[in-house]
Nanobody, 123 residues
Framework: QVQLVESGGGLVQAGGSLRLSCAAS????????MGWFRQAPGKEREFVAA????????YYADSVKDRFTISRDNAKNTVYLQMNSLKPEDTAVYYC????????????????WGQGTQVTVSS
């Protein structure tokens, strides 16, 4: 059974940084794209970033480009999201994913999610 466990969220002031981690288990992930999505209160879940199975290709939503960096460690089955220059509008629950949703950058295609980690950015 696939399990995704996100961590690293918290409360930070605008302009600050956080690093999220997602540990995956239950199958081999080294041949899967992985990604991060987020959901703010009252809004739909949206794509944030994705990374190819090799780590050679990365993709970002326009709203986070040049501020966030996605990376992965296949030996640890872990994907990371380094978030810099955080803004209040980045406040959301952040979820990782390791299936078709990450390939298509479309959260409606996800088969499973972790419990998420809350990121709150104060102004």
């Amino acid at each position: 059974q696939v399990q995704l466990v996100e961590s690293g969220g918290g409360l930070v002031q605008a302009g600050g940084s956080l690093r999220l981690s997602c540990a995956a288990s239950g199958r081999t992930f080294s041949n899967s794209a992985m990604g991060w999505f987020r959901q703010a209160p009252g809004k739909e879940r949206e794509f944030v970033a994705a990374i190819s199975w090799s780590g050679g290709s990365t993709y970002y939503a326009d709203s986070v480009k040049d501020r966030f960096t996605i990376s992965r460690d296949n030996a640890k089955n872990t994907v990371y999201l380094q978030m810099n220059s955080l803004k209040p509008e980045d406040t959301a629950v952040y979820y990782c994913n390791a299936d078709q949703a990450s390939v298509a950058h479309n959260p409606s295609l996800a088969s499973y999610w972790g419990q998420g980690t809350q990121v709150t950015v104060s102004s």
